[in-house]
């Protein structure tokens, strides 16, 4: 028998105020359709309610990774302390600055109050809590110990975490420059080189051929300086928007990084130390490793990382080891292939493969540390050969007038 679809009813959060059982005054925020609802949950609860009170929708950021890592650490740390699940959520979320991340917590906690699981909870958010971090809460609360496994959560959330930072800040640092050296010599360009184009114009003389290239230059950026900035911010928009929409473009961008020569180690190394500590924070938590493998291959970052995790996950549900099965997607290091092959046979895979974990993590930051190292003197002398090249160009002429004169 078909039922009937229940209709969508406006929530507010409403703070309250009561007496608990033992008389002793409690406070609280709970998000609701109407103000008699509040009353009638918190009298099933055992409160006696003196006040509650509409609150005023607030405005807010977006949630980001970081204020997720952020919660789990604070979430962790209050019930190992002993503090009550929604007590908890009640503490984490009044005392967070982000309106947005505050009222998130308080629709989980109304999920909880309402007869949720905490995990069911989680994944009526899928946009801020992902199927791995969804799984190893239930994990934890199948096995009674869920402080534990949040504890976890928020360290493996924190080294990915920083992972992502160390990444984007080497990826960060040449591509400002290039953009800053692009308006800087477009500036030169447009306003700078037609002055000394117009003091060149009485000369009388031939110019040289590295003057006539830069004037040449310059004209086109004088003549059509809205179609370049325009084509420009177009055709960066574009490429945008392809590579989300399109899967085929997002294969051939992650297939291209891993090849470049010097960011594409960089990346193979940040996803390998990714995929290690995602697998060994599942396989940690009692998540059977078939079923572990299937929020890897996402958290790894990389599509061909992906890939490989599937045909492992197949060979392995058919009884292949996993070991056999990493060798056979070749995408892993010997090293690696070699160290979880002894944590398969003693045993301890989890502890392998954060080892592993550690060792790629350690190898990220000293390639960061690298690359900074060898991208300074390069884009210095990149820079410096491109405006110094302008400049000795344009005053080629006065030199050369200079020694006729003399």
């Known amino acids: 028998m078909a039922t009937a679809a229940k ?55 977006s949630i980001t990774e970081k204020d997720i890592a952020l919660f789990t650490r604070q979430l962790a740390t209050m019930m190992k302390a002993g503090v009550p699940l929604l007590q908890s959520f009640d503490i984490v979320g009044k005392g967070n600055s982000n309106p947005a991340v505050a009222k998130l ?10 007869g949720s699981s905490l995990n069911q909870a989680f994944r009526k958010y899928p ?39 160390k990444i984007k800040g080497a990826l960060f640092y040449p591509i400002s420059v290039l953009v800053v050296a692009f308006i800087v010599v477009a500036v030169i360009m447009i306003f700078v080189i037609p002055q000394f184009k117009s003091v060149f114009s009485g000369f009388g003389a031939e110019l040289p051929a590295p003057t006539l290239v830069v004037i040449a230059i310059s004209e086109i950026f004088v003549g059509y300086w809205w179609a370049i900035f325009g084509g420009l911010g177009a055709a960066i928009y574009g490429f945008m928007e392809l590579w989300k929409r399109s899967t085929a473009m997002q294969i051939f961008m992650d297939r291209l990084s891993l090849k470049l020569p010097v960011f594409g180690d960089l990346l193979v190394k940040s996803a390998i130390a990714r995929w290690t500590r995602t697998l060994s924070t599942m396989f940690a938590a009692g998540v059977p490793l078939v079923e572990a493998l299937d929020s890897v291959g996402g958290a790894a970052g990389n599509y061909i990382y ?16 996993l070991t056999m099965a990493m060798q056979n997607s070749n995408v892993f290091p010997s090293m690696v292939l070699q160290m979880v092959a002894i944590g398969e046979e003693s045993g301890q895979l989890d502890s392998m493969l954060s080892k592993v974990a550690d060792f790629f993590e350690e190898e990220v930051d000293n390639a960061v540390d690298a690359l900074s190292s060898l991208m300074e003197p390069m884009i210095m002398v990149v820079l410096g050969g491109l405006i110094g090249g302008i400049i000795i ?5 006065i030199f050369k007038l200079g020694s006729v004169v003399g």
Do not use: H
Not at 31 to 58: F, I, P, W, Y
Not at 150 to 164: F, Q, V, W
Not at 310 to 320: L, Y
């Open 393 to 397: 160009a344009m005053y080629l002429p």
């Open 306 to 321: 992906k890939t490989a995790t599937k045909q492992i996950q197949g060979e392995v549900s058919t009884g292949n080891s």
């Open 127 to 165: 946009l801020y809590f992902d199927p791995l971090f969804c799984n190893l809460v239930q994990a934890g609360e199948q096995a009674g110990i869920l402080e534990s496994l949040l504890d976890r959560l928020a360290t493996y959330k924190e080294k990915i975490l920083g992972i992502k930072k």
């Open 105 to 114: 917590l308080l629709d989980i906690k109304t999920e909880v109050e309402t």
């Open 7 to 61: 209709p969508n009813v406006k929530e507010d959060n409403f703070a309250w105020e009561g007496k608990d059982k033992s008389g002793k005054v409690v406070r609280g925020e709970m998000r609701s359709s109407s103000e008699s609802t509040v009353r009638s949950n918190l009298r099933r609860q055992g409160v006696l309610v003196t006040k509650v009170k509409k609150q005023k929708a607030k405005g807010g950021g």
